[in-house]
């Protein structure tokens, strides 16, 4: 079975530094990922996500983040944080279509002044 | 599109009444998800259908749980007894039908959920 691991549940960053939050994933095939987003008390929105092709992948809101095969990971970086980025990220692998997905256990992010 | 509609957006109930969560799709996607977000356990996945029809419930925690979809327009998930551990964010979600280039799910804004 498939499962993502985020191995950090919180980290605190200041405003305009760079960020890159760790995912890791298990999967026998090729795996369809994703990063969500989720600020307090809304759903989740896409970041970006990952099928096949160019393994940096561009996303919404300055984020970016890279496939790497031989690490089985994918993880999340954008070069200069703002303090609405602070919210909840999520990693995901999706498996038959892409579309059942298993979610990590989240990162908290914390914005400092 | 509004998106994904899930309503209500909170819900109080006392343990042992029946509670039934409301989700309406994005118009032409043909997979829908149950998702509950707790601090335990985080995201998980509850229930999936495509075209109507349940495909995977193996996340169903138990059988007080039950899902419905009688139409590409409408889901609910139902929990009846409900107990305090039911507490929780339970999120709905709609994917694509293939063919129509859609790579990504949409979600709602949940339902928060609290039974005291």
């Known amino acids: 079975a498939q499962s993502v691991t985020q191995p950090d549940i919180h980290i605190t960053v200041s405003e305009g530094a760079s960020l890159e939050l760790r995912c890791n994933y298990s999967?026998?095939?090729?795996?369809?990922l994703f990063w969500y987003v989720q600020s307090p008390g809304q759903g989740l929105q896409l970041l970006l996500k990952?099928?096949?092709?160019?393994?940096l992948v561009q996303g919404i809101k300055g984020f970016e983040a890279e496939f790497k095969r031989s690490q089985s990971s994918f993880n999340l970086r954008k070069p200069s944080v703002h303090w609405s980025d602070a919210a909840e990220y999520f990693c995901?692998?999706?498996?038959?279509?892409?579309?059942?997905?298993?979610f990590g256990g989240g990162t908290r992010l914390m914005v400092k002044p | 599109d509004a998106g994904v509609i899930q309503s209500p957006r909170h819900e109080v109930t006392e343990m042992g009444q029946e509670v039934t969560l409301r989700c309406k799709p994005i118009?032409?996607?043909?997979?829908l998800f149950w998702y509950r977000q707790t601090m335990m356990r985080g995201l998980e996945l509850l229930i999936y259908?495509?075209?109507?029809?349940?495909?995977?419930d193996s996340g169903m925690p138990e059988d007080r749980f039950s899902a419905k979809m009688p139409n590409a327009s409408f889901s609910t998930l139902k929990i009846q007894p409900s107990e305090p551990r039911d507490s929780a964010v339970y999120f709905c979600?709609?994917?694509?039908?293939?063919?129509?280039?859609?790579?990504?799910?949409?979600f709602g804004q949940g339902t928060r959920l609290t039974v005291v």
């Open positions: 995901a692998v999706g498996v038959g279509a892409g579309n059942m997905l298993t």
């Open positions: 999967y026998g095939a090729t795996p369809y």
């Open positions: 990952y099928f096949s092709g160019d393994t």
């Open positions: 118009s032409g996607h043909n997979s």
């Open positions: 259908f495509n075209n109507n029809v349940p495909i995977d």
């Open positions: 979600a709609s994917f694509p039908k293939r063919g129509t280039g859609g790579t990504e799910a949409f």
